[in-house]
């Protein structure tokens, strides 16, 4: 699936899709909505005249379909169902909680209402100790992994080498960066000739690759009375395990402190699940590896406002990382 990369509706219009799919839910959700992220997807905060709050997602066009967005809430479910933190969806008034919104005669859009989950999202001035949390709650995510069984119809999408930063990943092309420099380019095909090797020989082994969250990182959690909770699971899918550790540090791998995020981060792993030497000899290459889809990624959403608060220099970082990966490539998550 090569996904498009951008959303073709304006405010305007996703405010009115979304007071649409509003009227599909029950009289006490009749809220007032306010549109508080765009990203992958687009965002609300609905606010319920009882002082209750949602979050209501509209999912963009041409990216996750039905089948895949009720595999995703599937997941969700039973993680709760072990006592797992992570967000719960609202029924409509048909029983149902993805409802369908015509956009027009040839066009749909896909929106689900979440309940509220208390926190304060963390930034890169947060405790280095607060990613042994992290580590924590990511492992107890994989346990839970390992062990479920997926329900039939289960489809999630596929997070891989090719998937990532092949010609046709699913979040665009590496090359489209912003400030992508023809020396660059090199530079970048001689790093992803030794993480694909390195990631072939470490295989996608049940132990090593599963469904994962894919998108841990500083955005998609919330600090609550010294508890770390996860949210947005819409990237969710088949991955290997440890990309969940550079997806935690994911667009700031350049940062002084994120070799001190890692250590934290598999501090806190390992009190769960076991860290082999080959899965500590992986790391960087699963970190260089996610910043080069990063760079695809910022590439095919150049519009948005999380690319545009990279800077300038941000390519140019990416280049230094690669260089660096490949001087270290044998030491155990060192990299930056």
Request: glycine share 8%.
């Amino acid at each position: 699936m090569t996904a498009k990369q951008s959303d073709t509706l304006d405010d305007t219009s996703l405010n009115l899709l979304a007071t649409e799919a509003l009227r599909r839910y029950s009289p006490d959700l009749q809220g007032h909505l306010s549109l508080i992220c765009r990203s992958e997807n687009a965002t609300f905060l609905l606010r319920c005249p009882d002082g209750g709050r949602y979050a209501l997602r509209v999912h963009r066009g041409g990216y996750h379909q039905r089948d895949e967005i009720e595999s995703e809430l599937a997941w969700l479910d039973a993680l709760r169902e072990s006592e797992i933190q992570v967000p719960e969806a609202v029924k409509g008034r048909d029983g149902t909680a993805v409802q369908t919104v015509a956009v027009s005669e040839t066009e749909n859009r896909n929106v689900v209402i979440f309940r509220w989950i208390e926190g304060e999202m963390p930034t890169t001035d947060v405790d280095p100790r607060a990613f042994a949390q992290l580590g924590e709650v990511t492992a107890r995510l994989h346990q839970h992994s390992r062990q479920w069984p997926h329900p039939a119809g289960f489809r999630r999408i596929i997070w891989d080498s090719d998937t990532m930063v092949g010609p046709h990943g699913h979040w665009g092309r590496w090359q489209d960066a912003p400030g992508m420099t023809a020396t660059g380019i090199p530079l970048i095909e001689e790093t992803l000739a030794h993480t694909g090797s390195v990631l072939k020989s470490y295989g996608k082994s049940a132990q090593r690759y599963g469904l994962i969250h894919a998108d841990l990182r500083l955005t998609n959690l919330l600090l609550h009375k010294g508890e770390t909770r996860v949210i947005d699971f819409d990237d969710c899918g088949m991955g290997w395990y440890l990309h969940d550790v550079a997806a935690a540090i994911s667009f700031v791998e350049h940062h002084p402190q994120a070799q001190a995020w890692v250590r934290h981060w598999l501090e806190g792993y390992a009190r769960i699940c076991h860290v082999s030497d080959a899965d500590l000899a992986v790391i960087p290459t699963l970190i260089i590896q996610r910043r080069i889809q990063l760079l695809a990624w910022r590439g095919s959403h150049a519009t948005t406002e999380m690319a545009q608060s990279l800077g300038n220099e941000w390519e140019q970082e990416s280049l230094r990382l690669c260089r660096e990966y490949l001087a270290k490539a044998h030491h155990p998550f060192v990299i930056g």
